[in-house]
T-cell receptor
């Protein structure tokens, strides 16, 4: 069974440029998460989707970040414009069922490492 | 609020040494507790979990016991191997905010042959 797939693995851009990350969750997983991981820190939730609905986006900086999951399967996270402080790893995870998070059964992709120059 | 504090790394041990990585938590309600591991070049994966006080989670020789009285969930292994070199994250979730898992800052473990 294929795991969570993310792309690109690495991205280097100049500040003020846009960037987009793509995530394809495990087949059948209806809950999808985007996490931000700064160097030396643990992941922090940006947004959680149940199917195509964003049910928790309270930590998403909406002035420059946006996300979508139009058909309830794959998802895109966009930053426009990027700032130096956005340099981090962007993790996507998925789980089976809306309450799966309470059991800890999240499946993570390898992440997309962003460097903003 | 809910939070997790784990010992800072890096931790460097020799093969076959005993491992302890400390984790304490603060939570409203009754959290479930987890250890996630991130091997080099791979995504985070669930290592073990415990969902109520006094439960012991175990996997791959690792163990952690949910201690409500000390609000702790320390990770232990009796004899580490080089292949255990990774970053370990303690985490919790509280049922009232289901599907929001809060992670600690991670502890990097390096095992010398």
């Amino acid at each position: 069974e294929a795991g969570v797939v993310q792309s690109p693995r690495y991205k280097i851009i100049e500040k003020k440029q846009p960037v987009a990350f793509w995530c394809n969750p495990i087949s059948g997983h209806n809950t999808l998460y985007w996490y931000l991981q700064n160097l030396g820190q643990g992941p922090e939730l940006l947004i959680r989707y149940e199917n195509e609905e964003a049910v928790d986006d309270s930590q998403l900086p909406k002035d420059r970040f946006s996300a979508e999951r139009l058909k309830g399967v794959d998802s895109t996270l966009k930053i426009q414009p990027a700032e130096l402080g956005d340099s981090a790893v962007y993790l996507c995870a998925s789980s089976l069922g809306s309450l799966a998070g309470s059991t800890g059964e999240l499946f993570f992709g390898e992440g997309s490492r962003l460097t903003v120059l | 609020g809910n939070s997790v504090t784990q010992m800072e790394g890096p931790v460097t041990l020799s093969e076959e040494a005993f491992l302890t990585i400390n984790c304490t938590y603060t939570a409203t309600g009754y959290p479930s507790l987890f250890w996630y591991v991130q091997y080099p070049g791979e995504g985070l994966q669930l290592l073990l979990k415990a969902t109520k006080a006094d439960d012991k989670g175990s996997n791959k020789g690792f163990e952690a016991t949910y201690r409500k009285e000390t609000t702790s969930f320390h990770l232990e292994k009796g004899s580490v191997q080089v292949s255990d070199s990774a970053v370990y994250f303690c985490a919790l979730t509280v049922y009232s905010s289901a599907s929001k898992i809060i992670f600690g800052s991670g502890t990097r473990l390096s095992i010398r042959p």
